[in-house]
């Protein structure tokens, strides 16, 4: 069964009725509601209904990305039995996204049960980080989006280098109606938050931060875009610190910004 969608005053999009939900990952509920709020409110206006499983917590990535990986097992299973039943799970993060994609395998591995390996093979492909699902799967560029605003995209590298995401935020961006989308310099380069890798190495962290605000500003942005929210708190706290009136937002949050919302 198939439905039409429409994208606002955008691109209209033939996709197939699926039963979806949201992961919205922890931080993203504990400290930036709006984005995983943002997401539904996205995915419905594309004619999605989304689930959203109360029973969801952490991916574990905190465990594994600093070595505790038996620890981090018990997340891989609550998460298979979380989402098990879904034919696709849309993330506001390429890093949750990317630990589960990527880690959970070896960590189903890991446990020696054979029947969580094999719930890991079924549901950890259809996890996507919301570009994806978005361009991949809908096969939508253009989601009836406004936001008149100079922008600037910073990649993520859990979305750059573990998912390559490749362009897709940047295809979508372009769609957005009334964006002055400018290019980041040196783009590529990690902000330097690298999770715990801020907390073990802040000097390191905060030099490597300090290069890209230096770029973000040099762009004149108003708005410097990513598609995680860890790595915007670390650039927004550096960008707060030098008093650069430049906002951080994340790319679900402005792909469901309209003009009749902003009007």
């Known amino acids: 069964m198939r439905?039409?969608?429409s994208a606002?005053?955008?691109?209209?999009?033939?996709?197939p009725v699926t039963r979806v939900a949201l992961f919205a990952t922890c931080f993203n509920d504990a400290m930036w509601p709006g984005t995983p709020i943002a997401t539904v409110t996205l995915l419905e206006r594309l004619g999605v209904e989304v689930d959203f499983p109360a029973a969801q917590t952490c991916c574990g990535q905190m465990f594994t990305n600093t070595g505790y990986a038996d620890e981090a097992?018990?997340?891989v299973r609550s998460f298979v039995e979380v989402f098990g039943g879904y034919d696709?799970?849309?993330?506001p993060s390429g890093s949750c996204t990317g630990s589960v994609r990527e880690q959970y395998a070896d960590l189903a591995r890991r446990s020696g049960d054979a029947g969580l390996s094999r719930?890991?093979?079924?549901?950890?492909p259809k996890v996507y980080e919301l570009s994806e699902y978005l361009v991949d799967v809908l096969g939508v560029t253009d989601v009836g989006?406004?936001?008149p605003h100079r922008v600037t995209y910073h990649p993520t590298c859990h979305s750059l280098r573990m998912l390559h995401v490749g362009d897709r935020p940047l295809r979508l961006l372009r769609e957005v109606r009334g964006i002055d989308l400018v290019e980041l310099p040196a783009a590529t380069e990690c902000c330097g938050f690298g999770g715990t890798f801020a907390m073990k190495n802040a000097d390191v962290s905060v030099a490597m931060g300090s290069d890209k605000v230096r770029h973000i500003r040099d762009t004149g942005a108003e708005i410097v875009v990513a598609g995680d929210n860890?790595?915007?708190?670390?650039?927004?706290?550096l960008l707060g610190r030098q008093r650069a009136g430049v906002r951080t937002m994340h790319l679900a949050e402005v792909l469901a910004s309209t003009a009749?919302?902003?009007a």
């Open 3 to 5: 439905a039409r969608r």
């Open 8 to 15: 606002g005053d955008g691109a209209r999009v033939d996709a």
């Open 73 to 75: 097992i018990p997340r």
């Open 88 to 91: 696709a799970v849309v993330a």
């Open 119 to 124: 719930a890991v093979a079924e549901v950890a």
């Open 145 to 147: 989006a406004s936001f």
């Open 230 to 237: 860890s790595c915007l708190a670390h650039i927004g706290g």
């Open 260 to 262: 009749e919302a902003s």
